[in-house]
């Protein structure tokens, strides 16, 4: 079994910063993309940022500029910090990766369970 943990997230005004960090554990061989997603109230879930196992980043428009995805491939964890934040980055975020796993070598999509942000005065 493979997990993904988020945590991070919180009540933060506007203009503020938070850093989220995802965590994967388990019987994990290698992970190649990791990525950052969002899901707002009544809205279908987008991508905010990805990053390859080599560093390469793509992020949503809505965020760049303001929010840097990292990882760190030794501890398993990718990371998102989040700059001027705004009213309309209020979401649940969730972390997924592209693990291959030890026992069988088959690759998965796993997710996080996800973790509040919002942003208010």
């Known amino acids: 079994q493979v997990q993904l943990r988020e945590s991070g997230g919180g009540l933060v005004q506007p203009g503020g910063s938070l850093r989220l960090t995802c965590a994967a554990s388990g019987s994990i061989f290698s992970i190649y993309g990791m990525g950052w997603h969002r899901q707002a109230p009544g809205k279908q879930r987008e991508l905010v940022a990805t990053?390859?196992?080599?560093?390469?980043?793509n992020y949503a428009d809505s965020v760049k500029g303001r929010f840097t995805i990292s990882r760190n491939n030794a501890e398993n964890t990718v990371y998102l910090q989040m700059n001027s934040l705004k009213p309309e980055d209020t979401a649940v975020y969730y972390c997924?990766?592209?693990?291959?796993?030890?026992?069988?070598?088959?690759?998965?999509?796993?997710w996080g369970q996800g973790t509040q942000v919002t942003v208010s005065s």
């Open positions: 990053i390859t196992s080599g560093g390469r980043v």
């Open positions: 997924n990766a592209f693990v291959k796993r030890q026992a069988t070598g088959d690759i998965y999509n796993y």
